[in-house]
């Protein structure tokens, strides 16, 4: 079921084409120098199909909620997803929104020198000044209302989303949103998984960023439970 993404209206800025890709699944808005439409599909479907072949040859790759080794001929995408889903403890298709944001990301900055590509909440961005991602909480006060600063001088960076009251994605907690910061996106979505299972309520805030924290690679977590919201590590959180 198609569900609108109001949040996407405060993503688009003027210095940059906004524009947007949909692929069964996967449905992506990316600012880019220029339109690249075209070039963005033949991305998507390139690492859309190599997951969708790898799932036929390996079920369990679909379903597992546990990490999972990857067969030593897997493409690399496969592998990145089974590495984030070993560090935060959960099974790889908890990465699959953040590797295909960063694939296609990659894939994009041969043509722009800055790009944002957002995948259902799951952010990959390469910003050439400073930016503000926004964070999206469903229904509580602080949603599109504070945001994180992303800086210009670090490359490239992952800002991902996991909520158990937002959206399709299986979460086994209540959070709002848990916002996990770091420079790979693929490790931030699994570790945003892995943090939101564990936020049944706001008495779980606390440990819930300590379960962020542990992640190699992590650099920094936001949790949004109703009204209560607490932070750690290297998210500088501004008003909107």
Do not use: W
């Not at 679909?62 to 889903?85: F, H, Q, T, V, Y």
Request: charged share 25%.
């Amino acid at each position: 079921m198609f569900e609108a993404r109001k949040y996407r209206d405060q993503m688009k800025t003027e210095e940059l084409q906004t524009f947007n890709v949909a692929m069964e699944e996967s449905d992506l808005q990316i600012s880019a120098e220029y339109d690249l439409v075209i070039e963005t599909k033949m991305l998507l479907s390139k690492y859309r199909n190599e997951i969708i072949d790898y799932i036929k040859k390996h079920p369990e790759f679909l379903s597992s909620l546990e990490p999972l080794r990857p067969r030593s001929d897997a493409p690399k995408i496969i592998k990145e997803m089974c590495n984030a889903g070993a560090l935060a403890n959960v099974g790889p298709m908890a990465a699959v929104a953040g590797a295909v944001s960063k694939y296609v990301g990659k894939g994009l900055l041969k043509y722009s020198n800055e790009l944002i590509v957002e995948n259902g909440g799951d952010v990959f961005i390469k910003p050439k000044k400073k930016r503000k991602v926004a964070i999206y909480a469903g229904s509580s006060i602080f949603s599109n209302r504070i945001g994180i600063v992303v800086p210009y001088d670090i490359g490239e960076y992952g800002i991902c989303t996991s909520s158990g009251t937002v959206g399709h994605s299986l979460s086994f907690g209540k959070a709002d949103a848990a916002v996990i910061v770091a420079k790979d996106v693929v490790i931030a979505d699994a570790a945003a998984t892995a943090t939101a299972n564990i936020v049944k309520s706001a008495k779980d805030i606390e440990i819930g960023l300590e379960k962020a924290m542990s992640i190699p690679g992590v650099d920094g977590a936001v949790i949004i439970v109703d009204n209560k919201i607490g932070a750690y590590g290297l998210v500088n959180i501004v008003k909107l």
